[in-house]
């Protein structure tokens, strides 16, 4: 049966002269896998370039609830980006956040809120000019939201420790290392509250802004099964340096 579905490209990989299979966040279908044939050929309707990291799409696609990997009918482009390919540090942030959604994004399922913020995000990422050095740290405290374990900001005098492991805020920093010293603690806690059109006044550090970035990344490896090294992550740091 065909359906319509709009959709978030998360990652593509070769498959054969000129098909690929690609995996892409659908608003009907949650996570799912697409072969595509004849994209990378010179005749093809559907072109590869609409296939990169955060790309919006409107779908029609088969699907059977048997199969693992689907079929696509058509593909479009659902939004028009008129800067997120072409800046680097845009770009940069694309290839970063997708394949942190390719990591966490497992559900073959629908999830019309998590699917609303990120196709919002993206739109956002796309037209913003100001507070792109915080806009993935924003983006991923708040993905937490819809994953499951987003933190308990109980920051306060008394707590400022955040304790990765239990996803608050202590009056004791923990004896574990897996915890954010008190500069980092009260950032994460302004953070947390700002809206998406507030963090792009904080003023973070380089050094301070990879070391909650990377605090961050332990915070979602330890709470997701499924997340691992982002390899991204150093080409982030060499970009914004």
Do not use: W
């Amino acid at each position: 049966m065909i359906y319509k579905t709009r959709g978030i490209v998360l990652h593509h990989i070769k498959y054969s002269e000129t098909s690929v299979i690609a995996t892409i966040y659908t608003e009907l279908f949650g996570r799912q896998s697409y072969m595509i044939n004849g994209v990378r050929g010179k005749k093809s309707k559907i072109k590869a370039n609409i296939l990169q990291p955060l790309y919006l799409l409107n779908m029609e696609v088969y699907h059977k609830t048997t199969r693992d990997l689907q079929r696509v009918k058509e593909l479009q482009n659902a939004c028009i980006f008129h800067s997120l390919p072409y800046d680097l540090k845009k770009s940069t942030l694309a290839l970063f956040i997708a394949e942190i959604l390719h990591q966490t994004l497992r559900e073959q399922e629908p999830h019309p809120e998590l699917f609303n913020y990120l196709y919002h995000s993206i739109q956002m990422l796309d037209i913003k000019s100001e507070g792109l050095t915080n806009f993935h740290i924003y983006f991923l405290l708040h993905l937490t939201k819809y994953l499951g374990f987003f933190p308990n900001n109980n920051f306060s005098a008394e707590n400022q420790y955040f304790d990765l492991m239990r996803g608050i805020f202590t009056t004791i920093k923990p004896i574990h290392s897996d915890s954010l010293n008190k500069e980092e603690s009260e950032m994460l806690s302004r953070l947390l509250v700002f809206s998406d059109n507030q963090h792009e006044k904080v003023k973070i550090n380089y050094g301070l802004r990879i070391a909650i970035i990377e605090k961050i990344l332990k915070y979602y490896k330890l709470h997701h099964e499924g997340v691992s090294t982002i390899k991204s992550f150093t080409i982030l740091k060499e970009v914004f340096h």
